[in-house]
């Protein structure tokens, strides 16, 4: 079976500091790790995935995740935060050949002014 | 292109009714999924379709159900309903050619159950 864990429901960050939101995986065999944002009222929207190759993937609105094997981790990172980065965000997992996703519970993300 | 819709986006049933909630994916994608969203078991899949057929399914009862049309536009259903199925019903599509491609996700259908 496959999981994902998000251990902090809760991340705030001053407006212009670099911002990371944690995230480990379970999945046997390789992962294909994902990160979504939601924001109010809306569905999700994907930021980013790991699939293969280098373990640093860059995605949308300047955020980038580095995938790490031996911590079964895949944080998301933004160098510098926006208040409109505030938002909840969903670490998922797939295995291949199944298009399942299993996401974690969320982290919301608030930047402050 | 223009992205997964859904509809209805809101609907207010009464436990026992049944629903069908639509979702029509992006242009050319194949596979559709649905997830049920609550704030206590948060984000949880439902099943998925490819060409007609379901070809995954999660741990749901047998009152969810779900179908897909040859134009690849799907139909979930949810037979006498109960409280707990109030919730944020959203539909994803994607290419369908493997789980390495990411899912393109709708606004969602917000069921409230009285």
């Known amino acids: 079976a496959q999981s994902v864990a998000q251990p902090e429901d809760q991340v705030n960050v001053a407006e212009g500091n670099p911002l990371t939101v944690k995230c480990t995986y379970s999945v046997s065999g390789n992962p294909y790790l994902f990160w979504y944002v939601q924001y109010p009222n809306r569905g999700l929207q994907f930021l980013l995935k790991y699939i293969t190759g280098d373990n640093l993937v860059k995605g949308s609105y300047g955020f980038e995740a580095e995938f790490n094997k031996s911590q079964t981790s895949f944080h998301l990172k933004k160098p510098s935060a926006l208040v409109s980065d505030s938002a909840l965000y969903f670490c998922?997992?797939?295995?291949?050949?199944?298009?399942?996703?299993?996401f974690g519970t969320g982290t919301r993300l608030t930047i402050i002014p | 292109k223009a992205g997964v819709t859904q509809t209805p986006r809101y609907l207010i049933k009464t436990r026992g009714q049944q629903v069908t909630l639509s979702c029509s994916p992006i242009?050319?994608?194949?596979?559709v999924s649905w997830y049920q969203q609550t704030p206590g078991q948060g984000l949880q899949f439902l099943f998925e379709?490819?060409?007609?057929?379901?070809?995954n399914k999660g741990n749901f009862p047998g009152r969810f159900s779900g179908r897909q049309f040859s134009n690849s536009r799907s139909e979930m259903n949810v037979s006498t309903l109960e409280l707990g199925d109030s919730a944020l019903y959203l539909c994803?599509?994607?290419?369908?050619?493997?789980?390495?491609?990411?899912?393109?996700f709708g606004p969602g259908t917000r069921l409230t159950v009285t």
């Open positions: 242009s050319g994608h194949r596979s």
């Open positions: 998922a997992v797939a295995n291949f050949g199944n298009e399942k996703l299993t």
């Open positions: 994803a599509s994607s290419n369908g050619q493997g789980s390495s491609y990411e899912q393109y």
């Open positions: 379709y490819f060409s007609e057929t379901q070809r």
